[in-house]
Each structure stands twice: as structure tokens, then as C-alpha cells.
């Protein structure tokens, strides 16, 4: 059964300050990792994948992977409260059929307060 | 270009009862996926489809039934609702799918209550 943990949080920052948010997984052999955002309400939309080890940038985010560790890692700089949301972790794993489909952490709940 | 567009938004059933739940996607996705979302929980996926007439069993497939009959439409069927089945279903589809990195795009969901 592969797992992927997150912290629930809530977690809070203050405006402009950088949100770190984490993401365990139990599969050593999964592939590709996956960040989505969920506002309250609504549904997930991607913000960023990464698959090789090291640091992907792209404006405000950065996803860091570390497959030793099997840690992935998603920093947002100068967070804005329009980034108040809950932010997904998920995984895709290395086998054939569903073996090969998401699976997804519990989410972290993130507040940027004004 | 509507995207995946999710029928109805909410429901409220009896125990026992059957519904279907509708998804269409019109970016003529192969693969189509159907996940529940508990409060507090990540999505955990029921049944996936990776072409017109192929399903496949994900993680909690119990209580429901899925077809696809076309590339467009990949339906969710609950038989005998229980309280257990009350949660937020998302549909959901992609490009690539599991040889890829495209995206899941998610239907905005269908809010369940079974009493």
C-alpha cells in the first residue's frame, strides 16, 4: 500500500514570507511527484511537477525532491493570502495499472495572514 | 471548450438508493479517472478508464460500477447507497496518463450525502 504523508497544518505565515510545505512517501521506486492546490470548495488544479532530484523552479514556487530521502518539498516565496489554500502532494508510482496512478496526501492546509 | 464538466453538483440520497454520477470531458482525453474526496482528506481514486470500452479497479472501488462507452463520457454508478459513500466526487482526465506528466483536469465535483 503506498503511503504519502503531510503535515494537515493549519499552517500560517505572515505576508510576504516564505511557506514551506512537505511531503513523505513510502514507495521507493515512484517517479514523478505532484503539487496541487485546492481552495476551499473547489477542485485541484496543478501547480508544478518534478521528477529528477534537485530543486524546480517556476516564479513564486519551488519543488525540491530528494529520492534518498523520499521527501518532496513545495516553497512558495512571498506568499500572498491569495495563496490561502490547501496544497496536495501526489505521487505516481512505478508498476503497470493503478500501480501507476496518483496517490494523493491528506493535504496541507496553508494561511497567509495580510 | 467547456473542459470536464461534472452532473449534479449535489445530491442527497436515501440508504439504499442507486444514482449515476455524469463527467464529460471535451479535450479528447484517453484517460479518465473518478476520485472521492473525504473532509480532510486527499482524493482516494475509485475506478479509471484509460480508453473507450477499458476500466480499470484504483484503490476503493466498492459499492460502485463504472463504463465508458466513449471517449467523452465516463459515468459513475452507486448501487445501494450507503452513509459511508457520503464525500465529494471528482472527475477527472488526461493527456498522457499514466506514461506522462500531463495534468489531471478536474471537474468541479459532486457533493454526496447518503441518509
Known amino acids: 500500500q503506498k503511503e504519502v504523508e503531510q503535515n494537515s497544518g493549519p499552517l500560517s505565515v505572515p505576508e510576504g514570507a516564505i511557506a514551506s510545505l512537505n511531503c513523505t512517501y513510502s514507495?521507493?521506486?515512484?517517479?514523478?511527484f505532484f503539487w496541487y492546490r485546492q481552495y476551499s470548495g473547489k477542485s485541484p488544479e496543478l501547480i508544478m511537477f518534478i521528477y529528477s532530484n534537485g530543486d524546480k523552479e517556476d516564479g513564486r514556487f519551488t519543488a525540491q525532491l530528494n529520492k534518498a530521502s523520499q521527501y518532496v518539498s513545495l516553497l512558495i516565496r512571498d506568499s500572498q493570502p491569495s495563496d490561502s489554500a490547501t496544497y496536495l502532494c501526489?505521487?505516481?508510482?512505478?508498476?503497470?495499472?493503478?500501480?501507476?496512478?496518483?496517490?494523493f496526501g491528506s493535504g496541507t492546509q496553508l494561511t497567509v495572514l495580510p | 471548450n467547456a473542459g470536464v464538466t461534472q452532473t449534479p453538483k449535489f445530491r442527497i440520497l436515501k440508504i439504499g438508493q442507486s444514482m449515476t454520477l455524469q463527467c464529460a470531458q471535451d479535450?479528447?482525453?484517453?484517460?479518465m479517472y473518478w476520485y472521492r474526496q473525504d473532509p480532510g482528506m486527499g482524493l482516494k481514486l475509485i475506478y479509471y478508464?484509460?480508453?473507450?470500452?477499458?476500466?480499470d479497479k484504483g484503490e476503493v472501488p466498492n459499492g460502485y460500477n463504472v463504463s465508458r462507452s466513449t471517449t467523452e463520457d465516463f459515468p459513475l454508478r452507486l448501487e445501494l447507497a450507503a452513509p459511508s459513500q457520503t464525500s465529494v466526487y471528482f472527475c477527472?482526465?488526461?493527456?498522457?496518463?499514466?506514461?506522462?506528466?500531463?495534468?489531471?483536469?478536474f471537474g468541479n465535483g459532486t457533493r454526496l450525502t447518503v441518509t
Open positions: 514507495d521507493r521506486g515512484s517517479q514523478s
Open positions: 479535450m479528447n482525453h484517453n484517460y
Open positions: 477527472a482526465s488526461s493527456y498522457l496518463g499514466d506514461r506522462g506528466h500531463s495534468p489531471l483536469h
Open positions: 478508464s484509460v480508453g473507450a470500452g477499458i476500466t
Open positions: 501526489a505521487v505516481k508510482g512505478p508498476g503497470g495499472g493503478s500501480a501507476r496512478q496518483l496517490t
